[in-house]
């Protein structure tokens, strides 16, 4: 998404908006970036974590990281040369975050509806979920996610020399993970009324119910953290308005180890086990 764009015609932005957006975005930075690297090692490190869907979330978090370690730091910089030096972005820049920030949010949306078919076939059929991760849908999956949007990326750059087909087929992804995670979840809360009455099915179900409901809950801040950014982009609209969107399109990249944290015991308990050997406590 074209945040860095947003400019005035002077190249400036004022202090009033230039100082706040540089602090939210420095704290996003950073805990997004530690959020995000605490997730992959947690999956990493801890046996318990160590399962075909977790691989998932590993992926997802490595997403997030190219948002916060490379994107975040690209748009501190265009807000700070705007701010104090009234400096536009030279166009390589610009490309590269251009890109970059797509290829994030295309990548991460992706997983959303990857994971949640994931978790359709953890609740409906759970007998055979671990074999149909581990005999391809793992690997189909997380090819299917990185490989749409960078081959996106690479056309956009070849066959388009403006942003409007990236923006097109950016939001392209973007209904299409919607609707499938829309699909999936449905078809979840469809299987979970049919067991109601099967008790002690539906108690096998428990833990996957919750982790559905985890990542529904992470699906639906993606999506409000990002439609107020794809429609001002739209509206045209290039103004400091849009780096307070862009501002909250890329804080969800931190968001995610936040949730995990608070909603999945296991996620917390490695969380906290990496800091203490960290910290040596």
Not at 136 to 157: D, E, T
Not at 160 to 180: A, H, P
Not at 254 to 263: G, Q, T
Request: net charge positive; aromatic share 12%; charged share 10%.
């Amino acid at each position: 998404m074209n945040v860095s764009s947003a400019n005035t015609n002077s190249c400036s932005l004022p202090m009033a908006h230039g100082i706040p957006l540089i602090t939210v975005n420095a704290i996003v930075c950073v805990l997004g970036s530690l959020g995000n690297v605490l997730v992959c090692l947690a999956i990493a490190t801890n046996s318990r974590l160590r399962r075909a869907s977790n691989y998932l979330l590993f992926s997802l978090a490595i997403a997030d990281l190219i948002m916060t370690l490379i994107c975040e730091p690209i748009l501190l910089k265009f807000i700070s040369q705007l701010t104090f030096f009234h400096k536009c972005r030279t166009s390589t820049e610009g490309l590269v975050y251009d890109v970059l920030t797509s290829l994030s949010c295309q990548t991460s949306f992706l997983h959303l509806a990857s994971i949640s078919i994931d978790r359709f076939v953890a609740v409906a059929f759970p007998l055979r979920h671990k074999i149909f991760m581990e005999k391809g849908g793992l690997k189909i999956m997380l090819i299917a996610s990185w490989s749409l949007p960078i081959l996106n990326s690479v056309l956009c750059n070849i066959i388009s020399t403006g942003s409007t087909y990236l923006y097109f087929v950016g939001v392209g992804i973007f209904s299409f993970s919607g609707l499938s995670i829309f699909f999936f979840h449905f078809l979840i809360v469809v299987v979970l009324l049919y067991y109601r009455k099967k008790t002690k099915q539906l108690r096998a179900r428990t833990v996957s119910v919750r982790v559905t409901c985890t990542l529904a809950i992470a699906t639906g801040v993606f999506i409000v953290c990002w439609v107020p950014l794809i429609t001002v982009t739209f509206a045209g609209r290039r103004s400091f308005l849009h780096f307070w969107m862009g501002t909250l399109a890329m804080s969800n990249s931190a968001m995610n180890f936040v949730i995990y944290s608070a909603r999945m015991g296991d996620f917390k308990d490695a969380y906290v086990g990496i800091l203490r050997k960290m910290f040596c406590l």
